[in-house]
């Protein structure tokens, strides 16, 4: 292989005049995370809401929450990603399409809500299952309280659901951040795309995505520090 | 003289009985778990139901306050009939103790958390005022040097002494026991039905599934022996474990007395 490496490319210039190929790559790693949280917060208020929904006694909440779950996690992501950026626009009323079409940033709004979407769907099942996994008299226990299902769901079940899925939401918010680089075949200038203009720019292709998996690793090892620390934060006192 | 446990506002002189039920069946499908059950629970009275396993009593006390729903007939308690509606359960659930086998004391609150969240939440008493009942009623179980901790930190006993505080702090009008020492070890069997006599004999009205005959033999007013979801025997606690009538009842007791 002849292969020419060149670890100073990242300080020099990039052909976009907007700085140096690293501010390229911080420019791309931003929008990741940012895209990221976005969408997490969509995942997660949706997901517990659609999960919730799958718990009640109620078979209109429970149909409407597995139609939701089903409908959403079988459907790939890229494929949900290109219904949501080239297929809605045309099927809306003219009007919305095309404001759609001409919103600036448009591929981020529609990265973050495909994603968040999608994602809520996986955190629903995990919802549902941490609530199930809860001891059937402790819902029993706050309505004999007088408490109403709302309140305990908020009082009593939700708090000690989220903590037991404390380690799989984790993973799926894990997810959530590394499928964000799906959004590059929107458009999205997120820190894949970065990483790959980069590389068709200087043809240092070793360079550009050794960055970018330096980048996510990162980022990532963040997220489980954070995690961990939440996690020991939120612990009950006597329980192992 | 130690304060009372019972600290309930007494309401007007209620015309009937506390708990009325009257034909109450329920079905699990196809299954049958209650057939036709017809008793009632006076004011201060104290009913212990008993029955061998699979025979409906823990059924039977949870369609007082419409844990479980039934399909037939009607359980009034109060003047409030639970299976209408327009009654607003949540409301009558509050004015209803309950008592549960395993505790279920809310495990991510403390102890002083767990006594005053329904008050708040459902009585709307402030949080200083619910924390002072709260503490009352934990120093009365004997426990108040525990509020900080949680309840994994506890024994069974204290959890369910705790849970029986968390109950009274609601002010009940009736008490609900559902096999409250069932899930203990048996050394701390004694000091849960402690607090449970004290209340008795303060004039609280209960209805307490278990198998103590011991506590039936010192408190009750009445036991119900139900088994197949039937109520086979409704008696007085002299008539019931002097010449109970049911066949079925003598060999259940013959049972769970011989030991």
């Known amino acids: 292989m002849n292969y020419n490496w060149n670890w100073g490319i990242f300080f020099e210039a990039s052909p976009e005049g907007t700085g140096t190929y690293a501010d390229m790559l911080l420019s791309g790693l931003t929008w990741t995370i940012v895209t990221a949280l976005c969408s997490w917060v969509i995942a997660f208020l949706l997901g517990s809401l659609v999960g919730v929904m799958r718990t009640l006694p109620n078979r209109a909440a429970n149909a409407v929450g597995t139609t939701y779950v089903e409908l959403f996690r079988n459907i790939p992501l890229l494929v949900q990603m290109f219904l949501w950026y080239f297929v809605l626009p045309e099927v809306l009323p003219e009007q919305w399409g095309s404001w759609l079409k001409q919103l600036p940033n448009a591929p981020f709004y529609t990265a973050v809500v495909c994603l968040g979407f999608f994602t809520a769907s996986r955190v629903a099942e995990q919802v549902r299952a941490g609530i199930q996994s809860l001891p059937r008299g402790q819902k029993m226990a706050g309505t004999a309280l007088g408490l109403t299902v709302g309140q305990t769901y908020r009082h009593v079940l939700l708090p000690n659901a989220y903590r037991i899925i404390l380690p799989p939401l984790t993973s799926e918010f894990l997810n959530n951040l590394k499928n964000t680089s799906v959004a590059l075949t929107i458009g999205l200038l997120e820190l894949t795309a970065r990483a790959r203009a980069m590389q068709e720019f200087s043809f240092q292709v070793f360079e550009a995505f050794t960055a970018a998996t330096i980048l996510y690793v990162i980022i990532n090892v963040v997220v489980i520090f954070i995690s961990s620390w939440i996690e020991r934060r939120v612990a009950i006192p006597g329980s192992r | 003289m130690r304060a009372p446990l019972n600290t309930s506002s007494a309401p007007a002189e209620p015309t009937g009985p506390m708990i009325a039920m009257t034909n109450v069946s329920k079905w699990y499908g196809d299954f049958k778990v209650l057939t036709n059950c017809t008793t009632s629970v006076n004011k201060g009275e104290v009913v212990v139901v008993c029955g061998p396993s699979g025979s409906g009593k823990s059924t039977l006390i949870k369609c007082v306050n419409a ?113 409250p020492t069932s899930a203990l070890d048996p050394e701390m069997v004694g000091e849960v039905l402690d607090v449970m006599v004290q209340l008795a004999r303060e004039g609280m009205t209960m209805m307490c599934v278990t198998h103590e005959m011991g506590f039936a033999r010192k408190v009750a007013n009445r036991v119900i022996f139900m088994d197949k979801g039937e109520i086979v025997e409704d008696a007085t606690k002299d008539d019931f474990f002097g010449h109970a009538r049911s066949e079925r009842a003598q060999n259940f007791l013959s049972k769970i007395l011989q030991h």
């Open chain 2, 67 to 179: 844990l479980e729903p039934f399909q037939e007939g009607q359980v009034v308690v109060d003047g409030t009939p639970v299976r209408d509606k327009r009654t607003n359960l949540p409301k009558l659930r509050a004015r209803v103790g309950m008592v549960f086998q395993h505790f279920e004391l809310f495990p991510h609150l403390s102890i002083a958390e767990n006594l005053t969240l329904a008050q708040v939440m459902v009585l709307g008493r402030d949080r200083g005022a619910a924390l002072d009942s709260g503490m009352t009623l934990l120093d009365r179980v004997g426990l108040s040097a525990h509020a900080k901790k949680f309840p994994g930190q506890l024994s069974g006993g204290q959890q369910q002494r705790v849970a029986i505080a968390r109950a009274l702090a609601m002010n009940p009008i009736v008490m609900l026991f559902d096999e």
